[in-house]
């Protein structure tokens, strides 16, 4: 459920060119008002100026001439170029994104929405279109075609993507088409008078929209976010100009025409069905013994997409200017069935039930506000300790399994939590709502208490989702090893290959930060496939002389469970003549058990290339030895803890080394940082040992130099 909140932005200035063509159209449209040059030159100037601008920046754009034709020709002439630009119009533009298929409610009400709106433009265009030079066919005709032109316009710059490239173009297309169809409707004569020159505005406009937002789609910067859809535009532009056309005949003194009157008397039920789907469909602030049934629905046009919180911003608002006590504000949200990519929005009739349970869990004082299929914020007049209270029973009463047709429904939830202090209402907003995306981050089902830390961790994880993508195709990868060392004469073994992205803007990142946002941004495969090329390589490398070492590469569960990981690596093994048994493929234990059936075929498939596999971060817990008799693995590794005389978890290590031998796996002590560390895994029995204290990870070429100190060192 994210919120609105004001955000930094840059404001473009207009260019110098722009600038300049807009005051020659106006010179050009008051010499033409004045009758000084001919309304057909104004239109012919204005139009070159602007097509000249657009040409220069978009070199590749195609320009259409209105064709010149005898008078009694024009109209079929007119006819079928705008039926084709119409034509290229509907074609150009771009497919929608993937949006869940609204209600049959929000259906309808936008069907409604859109023919008050086309209905009243249609009579204006109408009204406003001369009686004398136009036969009522083609009048109505060109009457239709205007008002679907400027119902396409601000649909395109009131949207949620109205800042978006492809929606400039769409009004600017859609704008020049209405300039081109007054021009063909307006000049019937042989000399056209002034009545020509109001092609000019859309004419102009059209172009120079078309070409900012080809200059915006093409440039760049990122996409711009999705913003509130202005709504009120919809209804007063269309309202006003039917309103003001209405007065521009009446001042002739002469009755409504037929045409003008039905126009007029077919807004009234569009008006009256839109105010009876709204009536219980619009998002509100209620109180908890309001009626259960008013909430939002789920319209595709806002859900998922900032909304507007007057109620809210009000009542925090309220208690900000009463200096009531300190309270909290709470952002719920909620998270339904299938992949985020699928649509989350929790289903209406489910949705009726959330707002019962969240009625019975809020204290009588406190405020129930803008519940949507995506969730809802509550003010609460408690104190932060208490209102995190608040948002664990909440999670509890809102993660209860539903009762629908056909079985259950389990909803996941997050709470972020913001403290009511002096400040603007907005910016307790945006406060709760950061805190809410963090709880989001960390898989939901908890609570997060705004802090300036935890805005700093969401501005760092913002900056490597952007950063991340393209990161291999950019070169800032990097590999780094570190020796694996017999511990009973201290000569190496192997290396791990230990992933670094060095990163131009964010410096050095390491695995532990980077590779959950790999996993949320489907990146892991991509990832994984150059680490064991990389490694591969290197290992290929040392193992032309005599050196006969082990190279360990660790794979996340998802990448090892992937149908196609088995083949792939004999495919890069073969790809470099390197022996199986020289790759150590390692696998961390405790993600293992959701994926344990796949893990054991996945290794299984491995050891049968020749492959070894390593069990690695094992903790010695007596689930964890239960499931290792499952595991085919060659290698085990455990923890300093497991090895630190001081540690209460030292006497395991004895368990862990018998059971190890049973198995027949080979013990490696990790993360020794001390001498008391090694000697300590030494006499725990365990065979091999890394850590800063036996070598650092280095590059490839401080390794190789490291490793000539032991010319005898091999398997």
Known sequence: MPLAYPQRASIPRPAVPDILVLAAVALLLLAGAAGRVPALAVVALAGAASCALAGTRLSRLTAAVLPLAEPGHRPAVVGSGLTAAAALFVAGLPPAARRPRPSARVRLRRVVDATAAGLGLVLAGWLLLPRDRLDPPVRLAVAATLGGLALAVLVALTGPHRRAGAARCRAGAALTLAGLVMLAALPTGATPDRAALLSVPPLVSGVLLTAAGARRATGPEPAPPDLPTRVWPRAVVPAVAAVAASGWQLRDGGPPDLTAVLLALALAPPLVLRDLLRADGPAQA?????????????????????????????????????????????????????????????????????????????????????????????????????????????????????????????????????????????????????????????????????????????????????????????????????????????????????????????????????????????????????????????????????????????????????????????????????????????????????????????????????????????????????????????????????????????????????????????????????????DGARRAGCRYGQGFALARPATAERVEAYLEEFPSASR
């Open 286 to 678: 209620a109180r908890p013994d309001a009626p259960p049934a008013r909430h939002r629905s789920a319209d595709p046009d806002t859900t998922g997409a900032p909304v507007d919180r007057p109620a809210l911003l009000r009542a925090l608002a309220a208690r900000r200017d009463a200096r009531a006590p300190a309270g909290a504000l709470l952002v719920v949200d909620l998270h339904g069935p299938g992949p985020a990519s699928d649509g989350h929005q929790v289903p209406e009739d489910v949705l009726a039930e959330v707002v019962r349970r969240a009625r019975a869990v809020v204290g009588p004082g406190d405020l129930l506000a803008d519940v949507t299929a995506n969730g809802f914020a509550v003010v609460t007049e408690v104190g932060p300790v208490l209102a995190y209270a608040l948002g664990t029973r909440l999670l509890a009463a809102l993660t209860q399994p539903y009762p629908v047709a056909g079985g259950v429904l389990r909803l996941r939830a997050g709470v972020g939590l913001a403290e009511l202090g002096g400040g603007a209402p907005e910016a307790v907003l945006r406060q709760a709502d950061l805190a809410r995306r963090r709880a989001v981050q960390l898989g939901r089902d908890r609570v997060e208490w705004y802090d300036a830390y935890l805005e700093e961790q969401l501005v760092r994880r913002l900056d490597l989702e952007r950063e991340l993508p393209g990161a291999v195709a950019r070169g800032e990868l990097d590999l780094v090893y570190q020796p694996v060392l017999a511990l009973a004469d201290r000569q190496p073994v192997g290396t791990e290959a230990l992933l670094r992205w060095r990163s131009p803007v964010l410096g050095t990142v390491l695995p532990a930060e980077f590779l959950p946002v790999a996993e949320d941004l489907d990146m892991v495969g991509e990832l994984g496939c150059w680490v064991l090329d990389r490694a591969c390589r290197q290992l290929a490398a040392w193992s032309a002389g005599s050196r006969q070492l082990w190279m360990a590469v660790n794979v996340t569960v998802r990448e090892l469970t992937a149908p196609d990981f088995v083949p792939r690596t004999a495919a890069v093994l073969d790809a470099y003549g390197l022996a199986p048994d020289r790759l150590v493929v390692e696998v961390a234990e405790p993600r293992v058990g959701a994926e344990l059936p796949t893990v054991v075929a996945r290794l299984a498939g491995l050891r049968s290339l020749g492959v070894r596999t390593a069990l690695d971060d094992f903790r010695a817990e007596h689930a964890s030895l239960a499931q290792l008799r499952r595991l085919p693995i060659d290698l085990l590794k455990v923890g300093p803890q497991l090895v630190d005389p001081a540690d209460p978890q030292r006497p395991l290590i004895d368990v862990v080394v018998n059971v190890g031998d049973r198995l027949g796996l080979d013990i490696v002590a990790e993360e020794l940082e001390s001498v008391s560390l090694v």
